[in-house]
């Protein structure tokens, strides 16, 4: 089967879950959704690459793409064939036109081996039983990454992390690949070795007409080298453009916010801009909706009110801390009083129900960090009766009251990737507002590349 493009290497709607047991006898208990859906092409020559946090599934992807792990879903085609479709001899050949560089070197040589033997293992691999020309070719090899032949037969614990790496790279291009995925191939390394290896893996590609797959959390290497970037998030891609159209307009918030972290070397420029607040969800329970919503600065408020996004930010939050039954009354009230020990300086063991509700009231709202008026008086209204309810009546109709005025379209559905402009594509519903704005039309929605 062929897919239809002229791309060497083409992923779409690649998903890898992994099962979920509990208890003796390991019953299913859901699935923890690595990687849900993402796709690219890559040609030859080019440079594709993945950036997001730390947990958002890339690495996953990168084993997934390669069968290295097998994909849950999906298709890859390679030069046009179905990589999902190969046999193991089938597979045995595909491993010649498609290396991975591993994020970790120590774990990927064996320290058993000799570093001339790890190096030549692709090509044994691949039927090459002349073991002199196997030396030959990894001695070539060696020395054009910067090593010498005679460090063929050392072992990996006489090597520094930079010549590890270099090793790495070596035993990915001895079998003269097409494809190279190179999993955070400098992520462990000082910035000068870094630069090194960056040059070295541009000078094969060129040479060699390579397509790369470049996974990074690093934006600085992702800009150096990379012709387009995916950013992804929670096991999704969230927005996909030209390298420098991705750094020059980012348009999804999750794509400003990580730029805007990225360190300034001009002291007098600030520090890092949007902070992004809490932790990236579960995988295993990714949130309803766009997965960013429980982070994003930006998120959509209804639009009945008029609201400062720091304002709506905190909004959500406390009404996400309702619904999880998260908001410690006793607790609130034992630091409030100790924070006004005036006003109840004799009270031993200070509990909700020891103190007035007017100040159980005020210390919620120190507590969320939320104003104690908010300026838009319908708001303030939703606000304040839910707060009557979780001091008298119970979270429960809190809750009722926060989810039925304090619902964004931001957790309704999964916006899809959309095409902002050609080549560029954004998964977000303030493109959609932007659009409708100016009267644009929405694009052809395309989730998988």
Same mark, same amino acid.
């Given at each position: 089967?062929?897919d239809?493009?002229d791309?060497?290497?083409?992923?779409?709607?690649?998903t890898k879950?992994?099962?979920?047991?509990?208890?003796?006898?390991?019953?299913?208990?859901?699935?923890?959704?690595a990687?849900?859906?993402?796709g690219?092409e890559?040609?030859r020559g080019?440079?594709?690459?993945?950036?997001g946090?730390?947990?958002?599934?890339?690495?996953?992807?990168?084993t997934?793409?390669?069968r290295?792990?097998e994909?849950?879903?999906?298709a890859?085609?390679f030069d046009?064939?179905?990589l999902?479709?190969?046999?193991?001899?089938?597979l045995?050949r595909?491993?010649?036109?498609?290396q991975?560089?591993?994020q970790?070197?120590?774990s990927s040589?064996?320290?058993?081996? =000799?570093?001339g033997? @790890?190096?030549a /293992?692709?090509l !044994?691999v691949?039927?090459?039983? #002349?073991?002199?020309?196997r +030396?030959?070719?990894?001695?070539?090899l060696?020395?054009?990454?910067?090593?010498?032949?005679?460090?063929?037969?050392?072992?990996?614990?006489?090597f520094?992390?930079g010549?590890?790496?270099r090793?790495?790279?070596?035993?990915?291009?001895s079998?003269?690949?097409?494809?190279?995925?190179?999993?955070?191939?400098?992520s462990?390394?000082d910035?000068?070795i870094?630069?090194?290896?960056l040059?070295?893996l =541009?000078?094969f590609? @060129?040479?060699? /007409?390579?397509a !790369?797959v470049?996974?990074?959390? #690093?934006?600085?290497?992702v +800009?150096?080298?990379?012709d387009?970037v995916?950013?992804?998030?929670l096991?999704?891609?969230?927005?996909?453009?030209?390298?420098?159209?991705l750094?020059?307009?980012?348009?999804h918030?999750?794509?400003?916010?990580?730029?805007?972290?990225?360190?300034?070397?001009?002291?007098?420029?600030?520090?890092?801009?949007?902070e992004?607040?809490?932790?990236v969800?579960?995988?295993?329970?990714?949130?309803?909706?766009?997965?960013f919503h429980t982070?994003?600065?930006?998120?959509?408020?209804?639009?009945e009110? #008029?609201?400062?996004q720091?304002?709506?930010?905190r909004l959500?939050e406390?009404?996400?801390?309702?619904?999880q039954?998260?908001?410690d009354?006793?607790?609130?009230?034992?630091?409030g009083?100790?924070?006004?020990?005036d006003?109840?300086g004799?009270?031993?063991?200070?509990?909700?129900?020891?103190?007035?509700?007017?100040d159980?009231?005020?210390?919620?709202?120190?507590e969320?960090?939320?104003?104690?008026?908010?300026?838009?008086?319908?708001?303030e209204?939703?606000?304040?009766d839910?707060?009557?309810?979780?001091?008298?009546?119970?979270?429960?109709?809190?809750?009722?009251?926060?989810?039925?005025a304090?619902?964004?379209?931001?957790e309704?559905?999964n916006?899809?990737?959309?095409?902002?402009e050609?080549?560029?594509?954004?998964?977000?519903?303030?493109?959609?507002e932007?659009?409708?704005?100016?009267?644009?039309?929405?694009?052809?929605?395309?989730s998988?590349?």
């Amino acid at each position: 089967m062929n897919d239809g493009t002229d791309a060497l290497f083409s992923v779409r709607g690649l998903t890898k879950h992994y099962p979920l047991t509990e208890g003796l006898l390991n019953e299913a208990a859901g699935q923890v959704r690595a990687v849900d859906g993402v796709g690219f092409e890559v040609r030859r020559g080019e440079t594709f690459g993945i950036v997001g946090e730390s947990g958002c599934g890339k690495s996953t992807a990168a084993t997934s793409m390669l069968r290295l792990e097998e994909p849950t879903d999906g298709a890859v085609f390679f030069d046009g064939a179905d990589l999902l479709e190969y046999d193991a001899e089938a597979l045995r050949r595909f491993r010649r036109d498609a290396q991975m560089i591993f994020q970790d070197p120590d774990s990927s040589l064996d320290p058993r081996m =000799s570093v001339g033997k @790890s190096a030549a /293992e692709p090509l !044994v691999v691949q039927g090459m039983d #002349d073991r002199k020309r196997r +030396r030959r070719i990894v001695a070539d090899l060696f020395e054009r990454v910067g090593l010498s032949a005679e460090d063929m037969d050392r072992y990996p614990h006489e090597f520094s992390g930079g010549q590890k790496q270099r090793i790495a790279l070596a035993r990915a291009l001895s079998v003269n690949p097409k494809l190279l995925v190179a999993d955070e191939p400098v992520s462990a390394l000082d910035v000068s070795i870094q630069s090194e290896i960056l040059r070295l893996l =541009s000078e094969f590609q @060129s040479d060699l /007409e390579l397509a !790369v797959v470049l996974i990074s959390h #690093d934006l600085g290497v992702v +800009r150096e080298v990379c012709d387009r970037v995916a950013v992804m998030y929670l096991g999704e891609f969230v927005e996909v453009a030209p390298t420098e159209t991705l750094f020059s307009d980012p348009r999804h918030p999750y794509t400003r916010t990580l730029l805007a972290s990225v360190p300034t070397p001009d002291p007098a420029g600030g520090g890092p801009g949007t902070e992004l607040r809490g932790d990236v969800p579960d995988p295993s329970a990714p949130p309803d909706g766009c997965r960013f919503h429980t982070r994003c600065p930006e998120v959509i408020p209804p639009e009945e009110f #008029d609201l400062p996004q720091s304002t709506w930010r905190r909004l959500l939050e406390f009404r996400k801390q309702a619904e999880q039954d998260a908001i410690d009354l006793d607790g609130i009230a034992r630091v409030g009083v100790l924070e006004n020990e005036d006003d109840y300086g004799g009270l031993e063991e200070p509990t909700a129900d020891s103190v007035s509700v007017a100040d159980l009231k005020r210390w919620i709202r120190a507590e969320y960090d939320l104003p104690r008026t908010i300026e838009d008086e319908r708001a303030e209204s939703v606000l304040s009766d839910a707060l009557d309810a979780i001091v008298g009546e119970g979270p429960a109709d809190a809750i009722d009251r926060l989810s039925a005025a304090f619902e964004t379209v931001c957790e309704q559905s999964n916006p899809p990737l959309e095409r902002i402009e050609a080549n560029h594509r954004a998964a977000c519903y303030l493109e959609e507002e932007t659009r409708s704005e100016s009267g644009g039309s929405t694009g052809d929605g395309d989730s998988n590349s």
